[in-house]
């Protein structure tokens, strides 16, 4: 929890805008401590009062801020960081969620010495189970860092890593609940194609992925071990694997992973597409 008196400036007011948001709010803190600051005045209003925060302009939120969240595309950095720089006043971090920005091009845009603290979150934030890795850059403080920490702690667990490691974390963590998804997806579709209704199908396979998450966490034993559990000499479940291992999925799963982090490279390395 982070002092009563923290002032938290939000630019962004999109997905992960909102998610860190309304994490902070449902660990406890005011309403008052949040400032978000939309690109379209209109719509950042009635976030920010669907959400219950204030919202402003980020020439006028910033200064004074304690921490300034970019929650925007890579796409809109530059310009968000050309809007945030005039406005920032000394001392304050400033904390990039966005994926394949990299700390240089920060602090390239911001005054120098800035304390930037470079983030990967993502969805499962919302409801208080977040997983963020955080890289901050050397000019941060112990107590900014823990600024930085204590914002994305309100969503969740946090665990800080070499920039180096950013890639991977966007293409297993950040991106990780979207292939979860798609799992949950094709296994409910799965359940429909075997007869079973709508519902019924969605409810067994959410509750399987919820039980098997806490199994995981719980009993800390290795997957193998776990799947083996599961797995009955000559049984049905044994039958199910062998068709996955036949269709590649671990081999799809790695290419998958290799193209979301080299996604995230590319972004590092400027080749930000326009759309
Ligand atoms: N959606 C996800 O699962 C995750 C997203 N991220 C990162 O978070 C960042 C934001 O992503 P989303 O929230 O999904 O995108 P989004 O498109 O939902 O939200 C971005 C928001 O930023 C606003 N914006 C753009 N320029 C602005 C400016 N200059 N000032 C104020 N607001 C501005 C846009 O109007 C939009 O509402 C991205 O960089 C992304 O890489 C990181 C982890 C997970
Ligand atoms: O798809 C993306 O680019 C963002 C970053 C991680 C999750 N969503």
Redesign the pocket.
Known sequence: MLDTGTRIVM?????????VTAGLLRAGHSAEQVLL????PE??AA?AAELGVTNAP?AEAVPGADVVV?????Q??D??L??VRPALTAGTVVL??????PLAFLQARLPQGTAVVR?????PSQVGQGMSAISPDPHCTSEQVELARGVLASTGLVTTLPERYQDAV?AIS??G??YLFFVVESMIESGVHLGLPRSTATELVVQTLFGAATMLKETGEHPTMLREMVSSPGGTTVAAMRELEDHKVRAAFLSAMEAAARRSKD?SDGVVDDD
């Not at 970019?70 to 890579?74: G, N, Q």
């Not at 983030?119 to 969805?123: G, I, K, L, Q, W």
């Open positions: 630019v962004g007011g999109g997905v992960m805008g909102r998610t600051c939309g690109r379209d719509r950042a976030t980020t970019l929650a925007v595309k890579p809109d950095m310009a968000a050309g809007q990039s969620l966005a994926a394949g920005i983030a990967m979150p993502n969805t966007t950040g991106s609940p979207a972004l």
